[in-house]
């Protein structure tokens, strides 16, 4: 109940002052604070670590989405550590937090990370809760394991994929905020590789070395924010996780927008457009 009245305040204040950034970074804290109780009181061993990662990771928790987590173990787990572990993801799907977990050793990590979504994953790693010294040594080994070079080819062969099957009439008509050509997912790429390349995570600071020009850190900006502002407003009217701007919820989400219709278009094709 808790959580559900804190997640209501979260929507009430994003419906009030209609920023996603705020919103999301919000709902970030708001599950770390959560995630905290729960920790410490089923009483969860000093030498393990609980990390965000992937959208939680980096702050960026839409209204709908999964919480992903990694539980960081120092060693292979025995029989009492795996049933705390198990007490602790049925807790936190009994209070409402939609989890999505994965449970590896540093060894682990390391051999999952040879597939280019985990290793992007571990890239934005976030310590909420436990063993700091084992989070940093995470941190510390995927470093010395990264390849710039052969992150940005596997990012830029995953994005050209990803593009073939998001880009056909149904998908132009009903796009996916998130995975659609020129979605979120597309500038997440960006700073993702630039992340990896040690260039920044920001659009400003992608202009500070001249990657792209501050104009175009505006524009680009801009436009990442109304994804955002879309994607989160989705959720919310939908009451689930849904990317796509399916055709029900595309009049309703134009008006939230205080978009208005013209003599020859529907406000929901302005919209679009």
Not at 30 to 54: C, E, K, T
Not at 170 to 187: I, M, V, W
Request: proline share 3%.
């Amino acid at each position: 109940e808790s959580l559900q009245h804190d997640r209501l305040a979260l929507e009430q204040d994003f419906l009030q002052h209609c920023s996603a950034a705020r919103l999301l970074k919000a709902h970030s804290r708001l599950i770390d604070q959560y995630l905290h109780r729960v920790w410490q009181q089923l009483a969860m061993p000093s030498n393990i670590s609980l990390v965000a990662v992937g959208g939680y990771g980096r702050n960026e928790l839409y209204p709908k989405s999964d919480i992903d987590l990694l539980i960081l173990l120092d060693a292979e787990p025995d029989a009492v550590l795996q049933q705390k572990l198990h007490n602790l993801i049925s807790l936190l799907w009994d209070i409402g937090m939609e989890v999505g977990h994965s449970i590896r050793t540093l060894a682990q990590c390391l051999t999952e990370s040879a597939d280019i979504t985990v290793q992007t994953n571990l890239l934005e790693a976030r310590l909420v809760c436990g063993n700091k010294k084992l989070f940093d040594e995470l941190q510390h080994t995927m470093q010395q394991h990264l390849d710039p070079c052969k992150f940005f080819l596997a990012k830029q062969h995953e994005q050209q994929q990803r593009h073939a099957r998001f880009f056909d009439a149904d998908f132009n008509l009903e796009p996916n905020l998130k995975e659609s050509p020129g979605g979120l997912r597309d500038l997440q790429t960006i700073t993702w590789i630039s992340r990896a390349a040690g260039l920044g995570t920001r659009w400003s600071e992608l202009a500070q070395v001249g990657l792209i020009s501050p104009i175009e850190a505006r524009q680009i900006a801009r436009h990442d924010a109304l994804l955002q502002t879309l994607r989160t407003r989705l959720h919310y009217l939908a009451k689930r996780r849904e990317d796509r701007l399916i055709f029900e919820f595309q009049t309703p989400l134009a008006e939230q927008m205080n978009i208005t219709a013209s003599d020859n278009r529907r406000a929901s094709e302005h919209l679009m457009q």
